[in-house]
């Protein structure tokens, strides 16, 4: 018999190391048995750390929801070790097995026909035909992967509504006691979630901009890729983007040309406007200007601001070319209007 589901919050969460090559295949093995078991295991990648449970498992797919106090089910992003286990899992069309081979293992996620919903059972897949595929490329967690022998589902390790973790300890920060174990491989590399594609339809389309640019896939697509939203963010075409997500406590103004009293200041290049000297924290993303060290800086910086407890945030004028798009789209969630649900 099926014993009864803990309390979201009733768990021992356990922190697996994995940040040498010796201690990743001990870590990456002991978090596989606990995804057989059901049990739920934050995971590094190289864009954010995943909150993994078997995807096959309905009631582990429900304690993920549970853990992140996520309002409503929402589709889930398999994660898989390589293009061969996505294959057996997906329908990949022509333009899903080029962009699989040219970025996997990416910050890359196809959207793709299910073809074993026994595997990604409904709940991680919201009841749609379509599943979310992604390889991604981290040692850590190709391991682990590897090891589970099944695909792992992988939403944001973070409370609902709050910023993706790119720490191990941002996810304790946020689930200590509610998952049951964290693999910890050190900072992730990206920073920004992966880039999602729709590859479901006749022609390709961008649901959510992420660590891969828009270009690369353009270059390998050769075409444009088209947003499947048509830049509308009250529709979403990827269910679970609500126009208010990513968000930090504090408060976030864009392109702001001064910074008001009692605001921290997210600044980039270098730039220092008026009011600057006043601010309650000031984090440069990249003082060199490079996005894709703003990118890898972005969740842990709103993490800081709000530690230091600023009512707001004060964020410069960002370019929006390459990894900016991605940025920009994160800051613009953290901006927008938000539901009672995640303001406290
Ligand atoms: O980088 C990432 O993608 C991270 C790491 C952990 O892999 N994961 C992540 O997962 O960002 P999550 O759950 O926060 O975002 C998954 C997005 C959601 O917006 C969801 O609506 C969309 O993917 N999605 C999943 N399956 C879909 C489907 N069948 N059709 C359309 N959108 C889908
Ligand atoms: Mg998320």
């Not at 880039?195 to 389309?205: A, F, K, L, W, Y």
């Not at 529709?235 to 679970?240: D, E, I, L, N, V």
């Amino acid at each position: 018999m099926t014993p009864p589901a803990s309390p979201a919050a009733d768990r021992a969460t356990q922190v697996l190391p994995a940040t040498s090559p010796a201690r990743i295949k001990a870590a990456a093995v002991a978090a596989a048995r606990l995804i057989a078991e059901g049990r739920l295991v934050a995971f590094p990648t190289e864009t954010v750390y995943g909150l993994g449970a078997d995807a096959g498992n309905p009631r582990a797919v429900a304690d993920v929801y549970a853990a992140k106090g996520r309002p409503a089910f929402n589709p889930l992003i398999s994660h898989v070790p390589d293009l061969a286990a996505a294959a057996r899992l997906g329908v990949l069309n022509d333009d899903a097995t080029r962009l699989a081979a040219a970025f996997w293992p990416g910050p890359l996620t196809l959207i793709v026909p299910c073809r074993d919903t026994d595997a990604i059972c409904d709940l991680a897949r919201a009841g749609l035909a379509t599943t979310a595929l992604r390889v991604p490329d981290h040692p850590a967690a190709l391991a682990f992967l590897a090891a589970a022998g099944r695909p792992v589902v992988g939403p944001s390790a973070n409370r609902s509504g709050h910023v993706s973790p790119t720490l191990a300890a941002h996810v304790l920060a946020d689930l200590s006691g509610r998952i049951d174990a964290v693999l910890d491989a050190g900072p992730t590399m990206v920073g920004v979630e992966s880039t999602i594609v729709d590859c479901s339809g006749p022609e390709p389309r961008l649901l959510r901009p992420g660590g891969l640019t828009r270009a690369a896939i353009e270059q390998v697509l050769g075409r444009p890729l088209p947003d499947a939203t048509g830049g509308d963010a009250a529709k979403p075409t990827a269910p679970g983007r609500l126009a208010s997500h990513y968000a930090p406590r504090a408060a976030v103004r864009l392109d702001a040309e001064e910074v008001r009293p009692g605001e921290a200041l997210l600044t980039f290049d270098g730039a220092r406007p008026p009011g600057a000297d006043a601010a309650a924290l000031v984090i440069d993303l990249s003082p060199a200007g490079d996005l894709t060290e703003a990118a890898a800086n972005l969740y842990g910086a709103l993490r800081a601001i709000d530690a230091r407890g600023a009512a707001g945030i004060a964020v410069v004028p960002l370019p929006r070319e390459g990894l900016g798009e991605a940025i920009a789209d994160r800051l613009g969630r953290a901006a927008a209007p938000r539901p009672k649900d995640i303001q406290s």
